[in-house]
């Protein structure tokens, strides 16, 4: 839950979010177990946030040697795949659960499983 402090520094752009906590409230709060807290590791939200503020791992991804190309190895595309779907996964566990959709939600949980 965000507090007034959190409130604060959203409004002042100085708001940083705890993966970690964020992602044990928000299992909490609906009920997940520990689906979020397991969604993302370290090495994959640093990866991300390496990307998504211009790091060095996303300047690594431009050039093939001495080439301006993409470079990126199969495991990583692979991650990828993997992650997306889990979002997915996410997602549609939310909407169930919150619909109280639970057959759904029971099926849902028994492919993400598998």
Known sequence: MLSKG???RLKSDKYRVDFKKVARE????FGLGQVFQNFLPEPVRDA?????????L?????????????????H????LINTTA???FMVTSLVT????FERQWEGAQQLYGD
Do not use: K
Not at 48 to 56: A, K
Not at 97 to 100: D, G, L, V, Y
């Open 76 to 79: 990583e595309i692979l991650a």
């Open 48 to 56: 991300l946030h390496s990307c998504t503020h211009s790091g060095v």
């Open 26 to 29: 928000i299992d909490e709060s």
């Open 97 to 100: 659960r919150h619909f109280e």
């Open 58 to 74: 996303l300047l690594r991804r431009r050039f093939d040697a001495m080439d301006v190309a993409a470079n990126y190895p199969d």
């Open 86 to 88: 889990s979002a997915v």
């Open 6 to 8: 959190d409130l604060d």
